[in-house]
């Protein structure tokens, strides 16, 4: 056995298979397998999540999730609390702020009540939000300037 677990002679593929899918995934894709945290279907969870791989939403959650990645609240998925990470899309309900640092996005099954800070926000027809879409200070900054040099 060699270091990180791994075999230095790999001698089948369901060897190398446990030594990619067991480890952690420092890549800049978070979507391959074990890279993302999922609240499945049926579950009900109370607290905060907090990480820096994907976030999904497919039950409930009673609390807040502090993501640095995509966080995905899914069609059947439920909220209630705070939701913050890089880009958050909502097509479930949440009952709480939600914070992107690049982009929020509502699809039209999406049910939001509270407020939506990010710099660049999407919300879908269909969509219900109950909510203050508010761009964050860099977003403003960039517009004011941009405003004041385009011809009137």
Do not use: C, W, Y
């Not at 075999?7 to 369901?14: R, V």
């Not at 976030?55 to 999730?65: K, M, P, R, Y």
């Not at 996005?105 to 027809?125: C, F, H, Q």
């Amino acid at each position: 056995m060699g270091i990180f677990g791994r075999d230095e002679h790999p001698t089948s593929s369901k060897t190398s298979a446990q030594g990619s899918a067991g480890g952690r995934s420092h890549g800049p894709s978070a979507a391959q397998p074990g890279g993302s945290t999922v609240i499945a279907r049926g579950n009900r969870i109370e607290g905060t999540i907090s990480g820096s791989s994907d976030i999904q939403v497919d039950g409930e959650l009673q609390g807040s999730i502090e993501g640095s990645g995509v966080v995905r609240v899914a069609p059947q998925g439920r909220v209630e609390g705070t939701v913050a990470g890089r880009v958050v899309v909502v097509a479930g309900t949440v009952r709480g702020d939600i914070s992107a640092a690049e982009t929020a996005e509502l699809e039209s099954s999406a049910k939001v009540t509270g407020n939506i800070t990010a710099p660049r926000i999407r919300i879908a027809d269909g969509a219900s939000a109950l909510a203050a879409p508010l761009a964050s200070p860099a977003s403003a900054r960039r517009r004011t300037g941009s405003q004041s040099t385009a011809p009137r």
